[in-house]
């Protein structure tokens, strides 16, 4: 017999939003322990399904594709800037999964090095004499700078700001339902996204007029797409595809960055054993690609953080067909939000969850699914390997130029979620530079 998901009890009128706008992460966990491995929540105007836990990644990577879509979701992305990978299924994702993927591999990454780590040395180095520095605000340049080098060889500084509040403003309405639809018609957003497309076919016009050279990289990708019966996609699918890197990066890993500056400022242990390893190994040179290997605790910091805290902790979708799962029925049209990161504070996964251990060893838990940042099956992140290379080199140039302290020393860690979690606006350190 198979009833409906149980409803977890939560704050009238705003239903469980409150608890959600938060600590998502940690909401889910405690969902799951107190309900179990399905369950209903009401977020703001949306209702969801929440399902959690192995069984749940396993049947995201077994069955999403057959009975999940992610258009519901996804499909703001798709109708205001071209990002049709997230919504696609079956044969004309895979098609354009694989362009996307050349374009965004940690190749590129080894192939703009130099650059790379050039213009994060500068910025890095600018961070040094701050009192006060928004660490979110800050990484959020950061990382917005190195991916535009990596994927497209220039750098997209100047438009940072336009492109942070439109994509936000973007996922805030279509994917977290913070805002009514209604807001994407305001005047100020329709600016920010018409100068956005400007930006991104003007950089397409642009390569298609230069004599290539250097590595393939993403630009080069979408100038000569076609789809998966060999016709040209439409310009604004090729647009998309060009601002594919940072619309889906920048966030997500200026959140990641964020964490593991909080965890080095909260943790003297990790912080020293770190900062051990970056100074044995770059102390006789320059961070070269090949370097990035000798550094497995910073490896570790990385998996870690990305385990504790998790920048996109659940893949949203809406059930194209009614299935029953653990017991408890699913029908056709509701959304259901797959909490993929949950099974990482389950010591049946992860013994002692709750330590933080840069020398975990994450192979059974990889193999079995049931450690999932980036989500697990057809629609599992294609920045992955990109991330976590760039996090390591970003973290060890840091800790090699700055030293930092928290610039409100023994203030908690308050997850917020704008739209994804992250440590907040409030969130700030001072930086000094290294003498030693
Ligand atoms: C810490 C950093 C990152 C995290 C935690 C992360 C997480 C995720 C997750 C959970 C998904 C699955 C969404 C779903 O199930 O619908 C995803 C998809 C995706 N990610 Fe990432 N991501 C990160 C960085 C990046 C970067 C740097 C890129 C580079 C462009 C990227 C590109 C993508 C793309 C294109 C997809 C869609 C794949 C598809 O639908 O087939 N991500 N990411």
Not at 315 to 334: H, K, L, M, P, Y
Request: aromatic share 8%.
């Amino acid at each position: 017999m198979t009833q409906r998901p149980p409803a977890v009890p939560g704050v009238p009128v705003l239903g469980n939003a409150l608890a959600m706008m938060g600590d998502v992460q940690r909401f889910f966990v405690n969902a799951y322990r107190d309900v179990g491995p399905v369950f209903r929540v009401r977020a703001l105007n949306q209702a969801f399904v929440i399902m959690a836990g192995a069984a749940a990644n396993r049947f995201l990577l077994e069955r999403g594709e057959a009975v999940f879509s992610s258009e519901e979701s996804f499909g703001g992305l798709n109708r205001e800037f071209g990002m049709r990978v997230h919504v696609l299924r079956g044969r004309p994702h895979r098609h354009l999964r694989k362009l996307l993927g050349a374009g965004l591999s940690r190749d590129l990454l080894a192939a703009r090095w130099d650059a790379v780590t050039a213009e994060t040395a500068r910025i890095l180095d600018g961070w040094a004499g701050r009192p006060a520095l928004g660490v979110v605000d800050g990484c959020q340049r950061l990382a917005a700078a190195q991916l535009s080098i990596a994927y497209t060889g220039a750098s997209s500084a100047a438009r940072f700001e336009t492109l942070r509040s439109a994509f936000e403003l973007v996922l805030d309405v279509t994917i977290a339902g913070k805002w009514p639809a209604a807001t994407l018609r305001w005047p100020a957003y329709r600016r920010a996204r018409a100068e956005i497309h400007r930006f991104a076919r003007a950089s397409l016009a642009e390569r298609a007029a230069a004599t290539r050279e250097g590595p393939r990289d993403l630009l080069d990708q979408a100038l000569d797409a076609v789809d998966e019966h060999g016709e040209p996609y439409p310009l604004d699918v090729r647009a998309g595809m060009a601002l594919q890197g940072y619309f889906a990066g920048v966030n997500t890993v200026a959140y990641l960055y964020s964490f593991m500056i909080d965890v080095l400022l909260r943790d003297p242990g990790v912080l020293a054993r770190v900062t051990a390893e970056v100074d044995a190994v770059l102390g006789s040179g320059p961070l070269t690609f090949e370097r990035l290997r000798g550094l497995p605790a910073l490896h570790g910091l990385v998996m870690e953080t990305l385990r504790v805290y998790p920048p996109a902790p659940g893949s949203a979708r809406t059930a194209v067909e009614a299935f029953d799962f653990e017991g408890c029925r699913i029908e056709r049209g509701e959304r259901v939000l797959v909490a993929t990161c949950v099974p990482h504070q389950l010591p049946e996964h992860f013994p002692d969850p709750e330590r933080f251990d840069v020398d975990r060893d994450f192979t059974a838990a990889r193999k079995a699914a049931v450690y999932a940042p980036f989500s697990v099956g057809g629609h599992t992140c294609l920045g992955a390997g990109m991330t976590q290379v760039l996090a390591v080199a970003t973290i060890a140039m840091l800790l090699r130029r700055l030293r930092l302290t928290p610039a409100r020393p023994g203030r908690p860690l308050r997850i917020t979620a704008t739209p994804g979690p992250n440590p907040g606006k409030r969130f700030a350190m001072s930086a000094a530079a290294r003498r030693d």
